[in-house]
């Protein structure tokens, strides 16, 4: 487990933080596929707070993209870096996620973010956020739509309807299970929406949410766990 101190000179107010997203959203890369799907590696992160304890927990957990095996698995315990402001979520978890990537033996190829990337208000989520300071291709996948709507979907498996604001189509919702309420995928960076719909469905042959969310959730929870025990 990486301890993470706050980042000097990270931002500490609202307008800072919104002027940090105005100045990177501008490095987001639309126009490139990503990797296909159950090639190479899948990385999930995923954060849990301790606000009592004013703790931050993240983990990384690489799983082979053709088995969706683990193949490795790093977490990041700090203090939260930021108040909890709608739409700025990111500033709480950026350093505790970056320190667990960073810790990983092994590229992590693919990010999946729990959280969104361009349906975001200001089109600039942690998903996009993360892959523009890394340079990774990266993906958000949403339990919600946050505050967009879509039409209503088909019941099979698969079935998707336009992620919408206004008449702008900033992500999808994605059925992932017969008859179970959908995920929302939105781009982080480096990766066409296609491609992340085909990659949320390949990473979800039995339950609704990713594998790699679902590990990286367990995980994070467990060192959140130690951290406030310790």
């Not at 706050?6 to 126009?31: C, H, K, M």
């Not at 939260?80 to 960073?102: I, M, N, Q, W």
């Not at 008859?179 to 939105?186: A, D, F, H």
């Not at 085909?198 to 042959?205: E, F, S």
Request: net charge negative.
């Amino acid at each position: 487990m990486t301890t993470v101190r706050i980042p000097a000179g990270w931002p500490a107010t609202e307008e800072q933080a919104r002027a940090v997203q105005d100045e990177l959203r501008e490095r987001v890369v639309l126009d490139e596929p990503g990797p296909p799907p159950g090639t190479g590696r899948v990385t999930g992160v995923d954060v849990a707070y301790d606000d009592e304890r004013d703790l931050v927990a993240a983990a990384a957990v690489v799983l082979d993209a053709a088995s969706l095996e683990v193949v490795a698995e790093t977490t990041a315990v700090g203090r939260v870096s930021f108040p909890y402001v709608p739409g700025l979520l990111a500033f709480r978890e950026l350093p505790t996620v970056r320190a667990a990537l960073d810790a990983l033996p092994c590229p992590p190829g693919l990010v999946v973010c729990d959280g969104y990337g361009l349906a975001h208000p200001r089109r600039f989520g942690l998903a996009s956020h993360l892959g523009v300071l890394t340079g990774l291709p990266t993906i958000g996948v949403a339990k919600n739509p946050f505050t967009f709507s879509h039409d209503e979907l088909a019941t099979p498996r698969g079935s998707t309807a336009a992620l919408l604001a206004g008449d702008e189509e900033v992500g999808r919702a994605l059925r992932t299970r017969e008859g179970v309420k959908p995920v929302y995928v939105s781009v982080g960076h480096r990766v066409s929406l296609d491609n992340a719909c085909a990659h949320v469905l390949h990473l979800t042959p039995r339950y609704r949410l990713p594998e790699t969310t679902r590990h990286a959730d367990a995980l994070c929870r467990k060192a959140l766990r130690e951290a406030a025990d310790a």
